[in-house]
């Protein structure tokens, strides 16, 4: 099946920080999405990118749909305690919604005081 | 808050045993999907239910099986479980079947 390449796995960052993690696929996606999940808790919808190029913001953080439509990257900038968590990309491939969403297997955000 | 519901949020079979899982989906929506989580690891897709119906499958065996009812709510049925079926299952409701899925906060199931 589709896989999506995550990176970095973990980031160990001080507060106010800026970070910048990505995901790459070797097959294109339409639509890209963006989440954050804490520890048992669902997955919360952070960004959503369905064309290719597309650059979105959602108050700190902005994240793009690469050109290829291959890759998607997340930055979120000046970080604070409550950024904690694990970042998921998820994206549906160009053959449509019955493959449903794949993941990639996160990025771990550490923030030190 | 997303609007999607779960239930139970944990519980704990022994292996063989069957368990059905609920979801109730955001209003407005009509798609329903279901996702594995294992420890550590990205959701990974199970299902998807349109209009009543599964439009879409992942690669997990015919003892995962569900149900969409009229109300769009939805179920999640596991036969003869097995120890690796322990994760997390989480509910994600959409407006349609590529949409932005919103999930629930998901039901823990511990097999022993």
């Given amino acids: ?113 | 808050e997303t609007g999607v519901t779960q239930s139970p949020t944990h519980l704990i079979k022994t292996r063989g045993q069957q368990v059905t899982l609920r979801c109730s989906s955001q209003s407005g929506h009509n798609t329903v999907s279901w996702y594995q989580q294992a420890l550590g690891q990205g959701p990974q897709f199970i299902f998807q239910y349109y209009r009543e119906e599964e439009n879409g499958r992942g690669n997990f065996p015919p003892r995962f099986s569900g149900l969409q009812f009229p109300n769009y709510s939805s179920e999640l049925n596991v036969n003869a479980l097995e120890l690796d079926d322990s994760a997390l299952y989480l509910c994600a409701s959409s407006f349609f079947t590529t949409g932005e899925l919103f999930f629930g906060e998901g039901s823990r199931l511990t097999v022993l």
């Fill in chain 1, 1 to 113: 099946g589709q896989q999506l390449n995550q990176s970095p796995q973990s980031m160990f960052i001080q507060e106010g920080e800026d970070v910048s993690m990505n995901c790459t696929s070797s097959s294109i996606f339409n639509t890209w999405l963006w989440y954050k999940q804490d520890p048992g808790e669902g997955p919360v919808l952070l960004i959503a990118l369905y064309k290719a190029g597309e650059l979105t913001s959602n108050g700190r953080l902005t994240a793009q749909f690469g050109i290829t439509r291959k890759d998607s990257f997340l930055n979120i900038s000046a970080s604070i305690p409550s950024d904690v968590g694990i970042y998921f990309c998820a994206g549906f491939p160009s053959g449509g919604g019955a493959d449903g969403l794949t993941f990639g297997k996160g990025t771990h955000l550490i923030i030190q005081p």
